[in-house]
């Protein structure tokens, strides 16, 4: 072995130029820290191995979460998109959805020139394989040409690299996603320095040549009509789209695939690796839910440019001879040619409770770890993790306070604070049910909730920070005009109510009563009675949602403070839990994994019970009489 | 091991998709043949490993025979560059050669839309690891996902990718290019079937951020004002260009080359394969051209939306580190970032003289090879031997008779006659040199050589042969009618010429007479005699290239008549040499292993003299005497 070389001292570097890489790299550099981002090949930056399409339940609002504070994952999907729609659009706003379907190859592509031409940002293709770690500090990463780069901090994002390997029936071998370089040394050293690892597995569909589907034996899906964006700075909007086409299995995939499970390498035991609940594939769909007589099978273009289509929900390891038949099965591919097989890959992924909400891990000092590597699954929950990985390497190389969101502040808190809380033991997705304050984490409101963060941390300018806080006073201004101004039992309301189908005014009421009537809408009171200056769409959409859900959200905020009165009462990192009368020994054990950072952390872990949160607080409370009695 | 399965029935199948496989498997389809075409990385397709350019001396001629034999190498970088130049347009027409830049980007997803919109062809990922071959005849294909696919003919074109290895300075694995997989299991078989396999290596230089270029100590290289076509077809053109930039090494480049050779994997030993000499790495320059004070350097941008740079004339296997140290010694390059290192590939290639000139192996009926496989380096060489093997592999599957082009035919010609009569040690590249009839292997007269070729294999749409057999009239009428009409010596032509520096016309001449003068050109006796319709630009090109240089061309011609007759004068394949009285022992051997197809064939195996020939013409003849004397 040769000597390494020094190669570079940066403020952070950031291993990995997936989704959580590339969002880290650019929060840490336009912050001001001069950021060195490194990745097998440089041609698979914000590479997407599966589904071409970002967004959809939860993941849509992250997308918007991680606009909010700065990141690219918004802009980049407006600039690329064949296709956009607003998801559930007749549900309340909690559950509204945005959804594109990515050119994959223009996301790339737009992604890496982004990363090209930000400041203090250098982005250049190379392996990890080890970190330098001092005294339980990292101090800088050396490659595998023994280039030797220091920094105050690292952040690892990984995703499905470590160990990968590729299983496609009895076929198994060595590699990253997409027959990539699999991170071999890396993974092996993370393990020397003390970390535990899991083993975890994912999957893809086969792609099959758009020429050769019969589309008229599937339904249309095609986007909105009205443009539609991520990004709070989009101004220009894609206006031609690309549908998708929508189909099912058929009772002979179920039989294709019920008679050949023997050959799946996910029922034969050649995957050890842990799967994603929510993103099963299609033998373990049909295995337990063997009384569903069909599924959902979405054909999706891998872009504009490009005949392959991504069948979404045919996620499959079984032997390729058996996806062709799969395929054949489904109406409309039945002539189809597939293009490439599904395969699943195993990869190793960090215990994510060895890790600070911060995304700090705890064992070493400065070493930061976001996305697949911390256990999760998808696209956004990398990015989410990333850009808040990238933001508290920034912070700490360059002397700041960390951030970190809680869970009424984003999805991106929800999911951070399930990880490093709960662990988890299979590959996890966010979800809408995993949020305890869906109604406060909507889509619409991700601007309200974050810019102002972004905006602290240099992340938002100055001109997109104006905009903000004009329409935040906008929408504070009408809210309080609503509550001022009548709306009077006239005939044209009345007549307006009926038609509606809804109940008479009985006397005046504000503005503000009338519109918490189901059938009431803001473009109706605005007729009524309009402003000095007719407010944006998204304004007044916020003042709709915000009058309307009023009593909801009270409701919900009021839980919040409970949650912040727990989660206020900070807990300090090196607690000694053993050292504390009445805690059962489970909770004892668990906290001294975890290390909550607070009673309302600490309140999350589980086999954690109410009794040992009480035992807890007198504890804390004690410790302080105690420092207050010394001093 | 599992057995396989019947994936699907052919007539020809194509292994690879690189600048070779893309033109064979195209040309095969679009003859009719029904066609598969199998790579390891369908995200790869005609991908360009090293440089991001189309064309130059000898390979621009090619890409125009490729063109009008019906290949898509011509249309597609029409379609995909950012800047075209024709070179040497102040030399005579023989060394005349467009070059282009291309988006390499752009290049390879244009080029994978053709293949997936092309009828016949069917375009699939999977890695080929061994060939079905009874009683020595390939039957087909099976890949590791254990996919037998059957076909009547194979043609193999595997590029770098058999086994694989990229070296930098002390670190070496097993890769194909770019970090993708390599190709095993494929090479071993070929080895177990009993080719002779060399091993070769090349290498690319690094690529630099654009952004971090100080491009005010380079020199500019714009592409030209007329819009510039490869093919043929082309009928818009891009106008917007973009520069390349000209730099060169510095003393202390060469300082710190020199003192790193020790590091050198090509000079340590750690490369065993054989390096083209034609593209020389940098450290390779500098060692054997040590009095040259400086090398030029040419900055190419990689594609429109790309910020990386490749640095032309700098390939090197040398550390990383020195890499870097080499870059900043470069005017222009100073600060400049490296965003990937250069490397070296070690391949296994084929001995080509186990080819017939059809490029079938001799060894097993119905399996072709083509491109860098058979030892060859760049492009142009791969695409243009390609056609060639996609031809003949439909042509042996659809009972036609093969294409075999001779020396005087085409630079594609020359390039497969000297690989499968004089073989290679070393990586093969095109040159003008290497083609004895240079000035009939024109870039401008490409179409009238081989587009009757293109259109009797179905490759040439009648449209275009149309247009074609129109040009060559025309061409012919604007002869005949300039070998009639005369010119005086008026005032205007003695004006003329004295306004061009010539002497005066003493009498009347023909036109055709009066072009030949190098100070003349068809434009000016246009204008003096003009046609009934105006000629265009190819057109009239043609009439004064021929004129000009009807002595030079038709001294040529006589050579090739010549090499004809030798050429005509047939060989059959399995003649025994060590039965043949006289001839060399040297001889015999080195026929025994080409096995001519033909006395012109014979007399270019190295170590063949031309006694030889005369016994072995004797020995024709008597066989031949003998035969009739039989009958
Ligand atoms: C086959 C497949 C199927 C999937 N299916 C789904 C699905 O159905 N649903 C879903 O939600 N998600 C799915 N995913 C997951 C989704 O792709 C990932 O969650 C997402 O890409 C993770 O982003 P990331 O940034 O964490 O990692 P990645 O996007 O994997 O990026 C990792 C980056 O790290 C780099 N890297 C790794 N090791 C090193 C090293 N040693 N040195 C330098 N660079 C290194 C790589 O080059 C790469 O740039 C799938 C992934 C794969 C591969
Ligand atoms: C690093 C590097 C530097 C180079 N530098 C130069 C240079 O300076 N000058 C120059 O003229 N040329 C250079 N070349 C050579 C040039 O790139 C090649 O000549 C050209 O790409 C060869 O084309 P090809 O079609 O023969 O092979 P490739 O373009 O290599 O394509 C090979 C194809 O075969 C497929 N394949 C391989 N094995 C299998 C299998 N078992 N099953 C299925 N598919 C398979 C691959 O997926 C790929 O599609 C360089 C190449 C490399 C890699």
Redesign the interface.
Known sequence: M?TT?L?GQYDVIVVGAGHAGVEAGLASARMGAETLVLT????AIAFMPCNPSVGGPAKGVVVREIDALGGEMGRNIDKTHIQMRMLNTGKGPAVRALRAQADK?DYQ??M??TL??TEHL????GMVERLIVVDGVCKGVIT????EYRAKSVVLTTGTYLRGKII????S?Q?GP????ASVELSNHLKELGFDIVRFKTGTPP?V?G?TIDYSKTEIQPGDDEPRAFSYETTTFITEQIPCWLTYTSPETHDIINSNLSRSPMYSGMIEGTGPRYCPSIEDKIVRFNDKPRHQLFLEPEGK????VYVQGLSTSL???IQ?KILMSIPGLEAS?????GYAIEYDAIVPTQLWPTLETKKIKGLFTAGQINGTSGYEEAAGQGIIGGINAACKALGKDPVILDRSQAYIGVLIDDLVTKGTNEPYRLLTSRAEYRLLLRHDNADLRLTEIGHNLGLISEERYQAFKNKKAIIAEEKARLASVMIKPTEEVQALLKERGAGELKESVTAEHFLKRPEIHYEDIAAMTPPEQPLSAEAAEQVEIQIKYDGYIAKQMLQVERMQRMESKKIPEDLDYFAINGLATEAKQKLSVVRPLSVGQASRVSGVNPSDISILLVYLEQGKLAKIAES
Do not use: W
Request: aromatic share 6%; glycine share 2%; net charge neutral.
């Open positions: 040769t070389y190669a097998i090949n440089l041609d190859f592509h737009e890496k020139r090209e031409n250098t982005v250049r293709q595998n040409t023994n280039a496609i029936g009895e076929l071998y590699s997409n027959n990539m370089q792609r040549n020429k440019n490009t005949e392959e032997p390729e001879e062709r040619k597939m293009m490439r097989p």
